[in-house]
């Protein structure tokens, strides 16, 4: 894990009282309905404001907004909207690292957690939420490509790590004809580390580098 980083602590969701809205439409590919016209441009991470992501679905939730603290989460539901309010999905932290693919032959393959143990739940704005479609979703050609020396954010590929950390793009998958980016991560020193595309997104406007505008 890269040095000086944060361990998501703290800021967990209210005991609600509530009854969450439980979402029932099957939604086999994401951006068939909740995705923009921007995922024409591969941007398969922006939702339409329209729309719900269901739950299940696999998200970087911003946690920490002092902190930029970005974790890999999954959505539980969704609590009834109010006019003029934004809409806040509950979600919980995936404690427990993506466990590893057998069916890829890469030895750092993700896939969706098989179990979960004690999780932390927070409330987030849908603005503090960011969709990981799989590429069995969205493939590597269907997606933006960042190109050598992109600014990106990125889930560190190390057991027991469900934080994401800037890294800048050394290799594209495209260009390593692969589904893994090769990047350096901020405080890692120059190591060169193998990342699932799917954990790969673009730096959010809260993490941006006045250099990248």
């Known amino acids: 894990m890269p040095s000086g980083s944060v361990a998501p602590t703290g800021l967990v969701s209210p005991n609600s ?8 439409r099957p939604t086999p590919r994401i951006g068939h309905t909740l995705l923009t016209d921007a995922v024409r441009n591969g941007n398969v991470w922006t939702v339409d ?3 719900t992501l269901p739950p299940g679905t696999l998200v970087a939730a911003l946690t920490d907004p002092s902190a930029n603290l970005w974790i890999l989460a999954t959505i539980e539901g969704v609590r009834p909207r109010v006019p003029n309010r934004p809409l806040v999905y509950e979600v919980v932290d995936d404690e ?3 466990a590893v693919d ?3 032959n890469h030895p750092a393959a993700y896939a969706m957690p ?8 927070y409330a987030l ?3 503090r939420v960011i969709p990981l479609p799989s590429l069995a979703e969205y493939g590597i050609t269907e997606r933006m490509e960042f ?5 990106v954010l990125a889930l560190f590929p190390e057991d027991g790590v469900t934080t994401f950390y800037r890294a800048i793009v050394v290799k594209s998958a495209r260009k390593r004809r692969s589904n893994y980016y090769q990047l350096m991560f901020d405080d890692d020193g120059k190591v060169r580390r193998d990342v699932d595309a799917r954990f790969v997104i673009p730096l959010p406007k809260t993490e941006e580098d006045p250099n990248e505008m």
């Open 102 to 104: 057998n069916s890829s």
């Open 125 to 127: 704005m849908a603005s």
């Open 49 to 51: 404001p329209n729309e």
């Open 147 to 151: 190109n050598t020396g992109r600014v």
């Open 114 to 121: 098989m179990s979960h143990g004690r999780r932390k739940k």
């Open 17 to 24: 009282s509530y009854v969450l809205q439980v979402l029932s």
């Open 96 to 98: 427990e690292p993506p």
